[in-house]
């Protein structure tokens, strides 16, 4: 299995930053995409930021020039800096990837647990 810790979520001020990580684990013989989806209370989830293994990057137009992603592809993690958070940036979110398996022949897509991110205005 493919497994997904985030981290780094928390509560902050308007304006603030925070920085979430997540490392993919297990048996895993290569990735593809990895990304950051939200999902506010009573809202469907959505795509924050996306970056591939050769580092193109795409992002919600609501982050852009705020938000950055990145990843180290030697530890499997992806991060997203987060720069003048705003309350309505507040959300779960949730980590993603496109992993191939040891031993499949196939990409599936894994999510990891959520973290909280609470902007206080």
């Known amino acids: 299995q493919v497994q997904l810790v985030e981290s780094g979520g928390g509560l902050v001020q308007a304006g603030g930053s925070l920085r979430l990580s997540c490392a993919a684990s297990?048996?895993?013989?290569?990735?593809?995409?990895m990304g950051w989806y939200r999902q506010a209370s009573g809202k469907q989830r959505e795509l924050v930021a996306a970056?591939?293994?050769?580092?193109?990057?795409n992002y919600a137009d609501s982050v852009k020039g705020r938000f950055t992603i990145s990843r180290d592809n030697a530890k499997n993690t992806v991060y997203l800096q987060m720069n003048s958070l705003k309350p309505e940036d507040t959300a779960v979110y949730y980590c993603?990837?496109?992993?191939?398996?040891?031993?499949?022949?196939?990409?599936?897509?894994?999510w990891g647990q959520g973290t909280q991110v609470t902007v206080s205005s």
């Open positions: 993603n990837c496109n992993a191939v398996r040891i031993n499949l022949g196939y990409a599936s897509n894994y």
């Open positions: 297990g048996s895993i013989f290569s990735i593809n995409h």
């Open positions: 970056i591939t293994s050769g580092g193109s990057t």
